[in-house]
């Protein structure tokens, strides 16, 4: 597997809190556009930090960079790409590694990332805990202005 295990600690040090990554360029809104998915429609919209869930197993949306690290880093994800996907000197396919076995995931730094989702127009659609209340790691990406994203 193509990564550095040690990106995380190495960037923030290891004693010190990892910078806010603040709201991005959308102050956490989601993107809408013609191709927007049921499940945005029926997400509930987080746009800060504080934001929390209505009920246990909703699902939620978002474009704020600190929500969805914060999010991320609670379930020791990595942002990550899917190696063979690049287009040219652009990342490929987006993806959060939670340390699985899956070899073709690079990690990335949250920069790297964020400036991707950003170029895109993606939403990140989540689940902070699943209707049983147990953690839950889904996430899923969407361009609402492409049918294929």
């Known amino acids: 597997m193509a990564q550095d295990k040690g990106n995380k ?4 040090g290891a ?3 990892p910078e806010d990554l ?9 993107r809408t556009g013609p ?3 049921k499940s945005l429609k029926y997400s509930q919209e987080v746009t800060s930090t ?13 474009t704020h960079h600190e ?3 914060q999010w991320a880093e609670e379930r020791n994800g990595v942002p990550a790409t899917v190696e063979g996907t690049e287009h040219g000197d652009h990342l490929g396919v987006l993806r959060i590694d939670f340390g699985g076995e899956n070899d073709k995931l690079r990690h990335i730094s949250w920069e790297e990332w964020f400036e991707t989702f950003d ?9 902070e805990q ?6 839950s790691n889904f996430f899923r990406l969407e361009n609402p202005g492409r049918e294929d994203a």
């Open 9 to 12: 600690a190495s960037k923030r």
């Open 15 to 17: 004693d010190r809190e």
């Open 22 to 30: 603040g709201a991005g360029p959308d102050e956490g809104k989601v």
């Open 35 to 37: 191709e927007s998915s």
């Open 50 to 62: 504080e934001d929390e869930p209505e009920r246990e197993g909703r699902s939620l949306a978002t």
């Open 67 to 69: 929500v969805i690290r």
């Open 119 to 127: 170029s895109r127009g993606l939403n990140f659609i989540y689940q």
């Open 130 to 135: 699943r209707s049983d209340g147990q953690q």
